[in-house]
């Protein structure tokens, strides 16, 4: 006779076997994009899938802009060493993924219960801008999970020149760009071998 | 009759709701823990699929120590303000995320194909260090959504003394902390009502 502990001891849900090659197992970053557009109902939907993620303080410091028409991108490409210039170019969308530098104004409305712009109003600005550049590399990353999930492909693009890319997309001196995230359906003639990775006891440790 | 068109038109691949609820729509920041352990071999799955998701230069530069046992636990007390104690104390795991001031050491093995050890070796240490930082909290980020899949609760904690916990589980001086993250089955009584999102228009721009 089963005890009734092992009807308290159900398996966790978990993600289905398609959906965790679709968003970690087998998706790969893209360099090659077919002629297809992406709309921008899928780039709201994106961002409202991503809003939800978790923020310190719940300050969503990151800022996106969709670079999509060819004028704002004919400005992202001065930004772009050669080997970064055609599959930029070619994608559907490029995501600058920046932050805020002024976030914390907005805590009076994302964390109305305690005085949470205090925490950071007064701090210097490179502390400031560590925060903020901790939540743009989170919130970016949880983007390129979200666009997976939608059936986007993604290929993320760190080797840019930040003060053009700041310049162009935020002359008010507040955005600072983390990294670039090409965005689109991808060509799969264009993704390089796999490289390696470090395995758990080269990165972990259990204590 | 349909043109052929339409049959390269196929809609992309999403994941089904029931994923996109469990990874987004749905999850929660988990504050109080089910009486249940976190296995050392979810632990280990969870890091296989989490070291897959793209980091620059594929640096991998994210380094975990999963405390678990009762003297690490401890040990990480010391860290913590009164407001974090008690979930973090109660959770079956918490993560330590942070990242190796030398990751780039490991290059030569990632990307074996470049000399990409020196697009870092002989930079100056704070620059190496924010290389260090966004890969740490975009790994972190992914592992959020990874343990997420892999029907773990997840609970990040953003205020802590980071200098104790980089003096205790990373003597060497080598590791610097990012985050830590609770890990476990969450309780849903001690969930809090969500807090507001930045809207799109808020937050992103199409250009």
Known sequence: MKSQIATIDIEP?????????????????????LDRPVHDDVLRELYDIVKLAPTSANSQPMRLVFVKGREAKE???LALPPPNVEKTMTAPVTAVVAHDLEFYEQLPRLMPHVDARSWFAHRPTDEIERAAFQGSAMQG?????????????????????HGTVDAAFFPDGKGRSNFLLNLGYGDVSGVYPRLPRLEFDDACRIE
Chains 1, 2 share one sequence.
């Open 75 to 77: 400005k992202l490409k």
């Open 141 to 161: 990353a949880y983007l390129i999970l979200a666009a997976r999930a939608l059936g986007l492909d993604c290929g993320p693009i760190g080797g840019f020149d």
């Open 13 to 33: 849900l978990r993600l289905d076997e398609a959906g965790l090659k679709q968003l970690f197992l087998e998706a790969r970053t893209h360099n090659r994009w």
